[in-house]
């Protein structure tokens, strides 16, 4: 029986500081419906999708605490869970995680059609400083306001209903990282689930990336490492300007051979649906990337043994 | 002072198996003096560049010898050597060797504009079978005729004319397989030089890739992890038709941005050429791809304790 998935990524248009909590679960709700209503089983949202990005402020006490969750589902976040399990989808979503312990993490979970959680991922490469850049209007503050993921790259399936794929989730920018993605190819990977929140340029005007080359590189992550561990990925944003600071888009679904097979067009809510193959994956798998086969992991000790560069030695002479 | 190597790739058309070693390395040469004339410091060649791809049809005995060096520069190659440092440029080569052991690697060497071997790497990530496909008329005998290279990823220094970059070289498959470059990565690279044979359909008539995904992928593969390792990445195909079995072209020249500069448009021998600019690596490396302040070894155990993939245990329930 072909084991075919209607995904949907629920790309999310700009959230600013002032709009409130209802206001941003009311438009999720609505991309849900949307989804839903072409049939797809499972929803990916962005990012820490239920605020706006809050790591580019320095913000302290009861302002920063607004911004996580303490429980999941909340009463903030409830009526989310409910319209899925009302209307038998399952989803992705981001969303910053504080511990009954008081650790804070950049989480994400998938929930199943029956609205309980199937897994929870917590960000492992997290950008950013822990130090706010001085004199600087935006910062990136994730390395000081999360702690590093601790639950590694767990690998799990979907329920039946959606032909029990192998799935991952990724956060952000562990998308640009291919040690995470072949941690999950070594688990059978067949479809990789993230959102993001990416810079569109630098907010304090430093440098030269513009916002086609950051969605290029966006891109260029997802096809690649969709491709080199043969899995379907789905790739989402949070979009637009946030206050000033501006997000890419470039919400995409990649099949197995690195295609973009759907693809956002604005920097707004959108969403975009594809209809994906699973079965498409065993033909990389057991054939350019069987990895049984070739992959040589005496050769690769480097990987697990360094953690920052060391040019060579020079010769003499 | 700005360090900019001007590098070529050298292209080559189909070699047949009747093609002498003399007409072979006739072609080289006139590749190399069209490069030099340009002002290439350095010149890419293809994987096993002297022969045609030998390892589509099941040899033996004194035909096999003849497509392996047992040394370089020998008799037949010595040519080449000679012309490149009267022109004072380096190359790239792949070549299959056979050492005085009587091992046989699928190897790689690059060469300085003084004729002197600045290192060897021999191919880790062999493709193919050790046992013929029965019936079939081209076959990918790699794992029969060579053992897996024994050298590592050693990165190494060009000459202070190049601009004394971090090198670091791979042969055809390697550039699909992400720990490879990473490993390098770990080095401190800043320019890849990779040759290859990849073939543009299955030349038994049994799969769905045609040229074009296959060159896609191929494309892909050195955009992406040139981008992953913030390097410069040079690829360079043998292309075209070999004894009725097909070789993508789409050699290229890749910036540390992941982003195509020059590109082939032939599948026949062809000179593209790139003034790579070395420092635009440090954006990358001091940024985004800090390996030192962004990875995170401890979660990518898998990577050196699994070979192949193994799946998740399924949940009971």
Known sequence: MPRILRVAAAQMGPTQRKDSRPQTLARMIALLEQAAAQGAKLVVFPELA???????????????????????????????????????????????????????????????????????????????????????????????YFEYGDLGFPAFYGPEGWGAPVLGMLVCNDRRWPEAWRVYGLQGLEMLLVGYNSAAYDPNGGETEDAGLRTFHSQLSAQSNAYMNAAWAVAVAKAGDEDGSGLIGGSCIVDPNGRIVAEAKTLADEVILADCDLDLCAQGKEKMFNFAQHRRPEMYGLITSRTGAEKPARKVG
Do not use: C
């Not at 009861?62 to 909340?74: I, Q, V």
């Open 50 to 144: 239920f605020t706006t990005f809050f790591p580019r402020w320095l913000l302290e006490g009861a302002e920063l605490d607004t911004y996580f969750e303490t429980e999941l589902p909340g009463p903030a976040t409830q009526p989310l869970f409910d319209r899925a399990r009302e209307l038998g989808v399952g989803f992705y979503v981001g969303y910053a995680e504080k511990t009954p312990e008081g650790k804070h993490f950049n989480s994400a979970v998938t929930v199943g059609p029956d609205g309980a959680i199937l897994q929870k991922y917590r960000k492992v490469h997290l950008p950013g400083s822990v130090e706010p850049r001085p004199n600087a209007r935006f910062q990136q503050l994730e390395k000081r």
